[in-house]
């Protein structure tokens, strides 16, 4: 069974800067983030728009996946300044250590 969803925290205004050179830039970029079951999950696609809606932001890919920002973990190997992935490959929640 899903979670509820959280109260949005807004991302850090330098991450959210990284994430805005990407849309319509036409460039294939790997997307990391969690979802309601804190699982962590990767994407590889083209960022097409940023917007708000309910009093939070959300991130739309190419390929129409919606992402709210604070769920982000990282974009383009830009990781948001909270997130907590290790760095050690056998003890990383992210995925591969190499993409960090």
């Known amino acids: 069974m899903s979670k509820s969803i959280s109260v949005y925290h807004p991302i850090p ?3 959210k800067k990284r ?3 990407y849309v ?14 804190s699982d962590r999950l ?11 809606q ?3 932001e959300f991130l739309e890919t190419q390929n129409q996946l ?6 982000l973990i990282s974009v383009d190997l830009n990781v948001q300044p909270f997130d907590r992935c290790g760095i050690d ?5 992210c995925g ?4 960090y």
């Open 66 to 71: 919606v992402i709210r920002l604070d769920y």
């Open 96 to 99: 591969d250590a190499s993409e």
């Open 24 to 37: 319509n830039s036409d460039t294939t970029i790997a997307i990391w983030y969690k979802t309601l079951d």
């Open 13 to 15: 205004s330098v991450f």
């Open 89 to 93: 490959a056998d003890a990383n929640p």
């Open 54 to 56: 309910d009093g939070a």
């Open 19 to 21: 994430i805005l050179k």
């Open 42 to 52: 990767k994407v590889v696609d083209q960022l097409s728009r940023v917007f708000d």
